[in-house]
């Protein structure tokens, strides 16, 4: 009766909007990936959808980051009108990071809070969000405008700090309006691929990309989907390892909203240590009779989505904890999700041996409790389409690799290069997971499944982005506008 109660207030939260390896444990570990609709309550609640989590080490000039990125509202469709997908105001939106022992416990050391507010310039027009051509960001063809707050919390003093407010976010990629987004900036062309100089940004990127205090930037705004992979192939169990003669990006042409946070490593402890990254998102809460908050959540909020790694929620865990792992914080995940981890039950729908089906310490090492690992000491990672030879969208099994100064790591302090030691754009996070879950990672060194080639290697034949990446802050790519978007033809 209690699940019950506590499932119709969820929903009722929901439905509000439409109503008004061990520490790191770097053996390469990890479950398989996203496609956005990992249990079913959430997907009735778009803006508070959680897509996908980044976290990687990055520099400028000599200040090291950690770079965390939360992505949400999945499948944009560009060529929609009015265009209408934008942060909600009446959810909060939190990346949190877990130093020292609160990696293991799943606690949180840090919370960084993103609150957006929605204004009009124009109500009287039928012109939602544009009343014409944007030059800037904000300018007077700009009708719907929003800007947000960023706030962190650090919970072994109970201090909050507001690093910064009224913070714009761009419009939309709309094509005609938003021009300066596109090629030769023409809103007829497609979007812009990625740069590898800030001073090659587009115009309403660069003009919402914002210094903190203490150091930090932040970006928050629409996006192209980062993730890449044939989906309806993991989902029919049509898992080829080569592809079929016509891949299918499922994610190619669709846009998300992301907020992307560079954090001086030096405001979290400095760089010899290992952190923990996820994120959460939180609906004001709707009185029921003086029905529960969910755990984790303060009086004001009710925790509706939750992300760490990709994507534990969607393959690994049962349907029926699916709603469960979204409501409940990162501290509840060894009571009540490391079964699906030691027991994958992918395992077995990929016919992997009886001797990877079970006892997959190595699984879940990386997902007990769900946070993204990332190594601070090592150098900044390798990225995609920035001019870097090493950057391999397999990660360590594609022989892209980083040194650590403070683990020994597969020897020498040699350790993934990206995903499972944090999670970079581009890194092909459905690749990783089945080379991982088809291979023995519990052996020294590690038995790789037999016949796998890293240079013949994809899953589904989709091996790329279908826009490059930027190389510089916010690292996402540009956002895809509706008059030039072949993704529906692919």
């Given at each position: 009766m209690k699940v019950q109660i506590k499932a119709h207030i969820r929903a009722l939260c929901v439905l509000s909007l439409s109503a008004g390896l061990s520490a790191l444990a770097l053996t390469p570990t990890m479950a398989v990936a996203s496609s956005h609709m990992d249990a079913p309550l959430i997907t009735l609640d778009p803006a508070a959808?959680?897509?996908?989590?980044?976290?990687?080490?990055?520099?400028?000039?000599?200040?090291?980051?950690?770079?965390?990125?939360?992505?949400?509202?999945?499948?944009?469709?560009?060529?929609?009108?009015?265009?209408?997908?934008?942060?909600?105001?009446?959810?909060?939106?939190?990346?949190?990071?877990?130093?020292?022992?609160?990696?293991?416990?799943?606690?949180?050391?840090?919370?960084?809070?993103?609150?957006?507010?929605?204004?009009?310039?124009?109500?009287?027009?039928?012109?939602?969000?544009?009343?014409g051509p944007i030059q800037n960001v904000g300018d007077s063809n700009q009708n719907l405008v929003q800007t947000y707050t960023v706030t962190k919390i650090d919970h072994r003093t109970g201090a909050a700090e507001v690093l910064g407010k009224d913070l714009l976010v761009p419009p939309n990629n709309q094509g005609i309006t938003t021009p300066e987004y596109n090629i030769m900036n023409n809103g007829d062309m497609v979007a812009k691929?990625?740069?590898?100089?800030?001073?090659?940004?587009?115009?309403?990127?660069?003009?919402?990309?914002?210094?903190?205090?203490?150091?930090?930037?932040?970006?928050?705004?629409?996006?192209?989907?980062?993730?890449?992979?044939?989906?309806?192939?993991?989902?029919?169990?049509?898992?080829?390892?080569?592809?079929?003669?016509?891949?299918?990006?499922?994610?190619?042409?669709?846009?998300?909203h992301t907020i992307v946070l560079n954090i001086p490593v030096s405001d979290i402890g400095g760089d010899q240590q290992i952190v923990g990254v996820w994120a959460t998102t939180s609906r004001k809460r709707v009185s029921v009779l003086g029905g529960p908050v969910s755990p984790g959540a303060d009086s004001g909020y009710?925790?509706?989505?939750?992300?760490?790694?990709?994507?534990?929620?969607?393959?690994?865990?049962?349907?029926?904890?699916?709603?469960?792992?979204?409501?409940?914080?990162?501290?509840?995940?060894?009571?009540?999700?490391?079964?699906?981890?030691?027991?994958?039950?992918?395992?077995?729908?990929?016919?992997?041996?009886?001797?990877?089906?079970?006892?997959?310490?190595?699984?879940?090492?990386?997902?007990?409790?769900?946070?993204?690992?990332?190594?601070?000491?090592?150098?900044?990672?390798?990225?995609?389409?920035?001019?870097?030879?090493?950057?391999?969208?397999?990660?360590?099994?594609?022989?892209?690799?980083?040194?650590?100064?403070?683990?020994?790591?597969?020897?020498?302090?040699?350790?993934?290069?990206?995903?499972?030691?944090?999670?970079?754009?581009?890194?092909?996070?459905a690749g990783i997971a089945v080379v991982a879950l088809k291979s023995d990672l519990r052996t020294n060194p590690p038995t790789i499944f037999q016949g796998f080639n890293p240079a013949t290697f994809t899953l589904g034949g989709v091996n790329a982005n279908d826009i490059t990446y930027n190389g510089v802050f916010p690292f996402a790519a540009t956002p895809h506008n509706g008059r030039n978007n072949a993704h529906h033809t692919q």
């Open positions: 959808n959680t897509t996908d989590v980044y976290a990687f080490v990055s520099s400028i000039g000599t200040t090291k980051y950690l770079t965390t990125a939360l992505a949400v509202y999945p499948f944009e469709e560009p060529s929609i009108g009015p265009n209408l997908y934008n942060f909600d105001p009446n959810v909060r939106y939190e990346i949190l990071v877990a130093t020292g022992s609160d990696i293991k416990t799943g606690n949180i050391t840090y919370t960084y809070q993103f609150d957006f507010k929605t204004t009009y310039k124009n109500q009287e027009t039928i012109a939602i969000s544009y009343l691929p990625g740069v590898t100089q800030a001073s090659q940004l587009d115009t309403y990127t660069s003009e919402t990309i914002f210094s903190l205090k203490k150091g930090y930037m932040v970006f928050a705004g629409q996006r192209d989907d980062g993730f890449y992979a044939n989906v309806q192939s993991i989902f029919d169990l049509d898992v080829t390892y080569s592809g079929p003669e016509t891949p299918l990006d499922s994610q190619a042409g669709f846009n998300v009710v925790q509706v989505g939750r992300q760490g790694n990709p994507l534990f929620c969607e393959l690994l865990v049962g349907v029926e904890d699916k709603d469960r792992y979204n409501e409940t914080p990162a501290t509840d995940d060894s009571k009540f999700f490391a079964q699906y981890a030691l027991a994958p039950q992918l395992a077995v729908l990929l016919g992997d041996p009886a001797n990877l089906q079970t006892n997959r310490t190595d699984i879940a090492g990386i997902f007990i409790p769900d946070l993204i690992k990332v190594d601070l000491s090592t150098g900044p990672a390798h990225l995609a389409d920035n001019n870097d030879s090493v950057f391999n969208r397999l990660s360590i099994f594609g022989g892209d690799t980083l040194v650590s100064k403070i683990q020994s790591g597969f020897g020498n302090g040699v350790i993934p290069g990206g995903w499972p030691n944090g999670r970079r754009f581009g890194d092909d996070v």
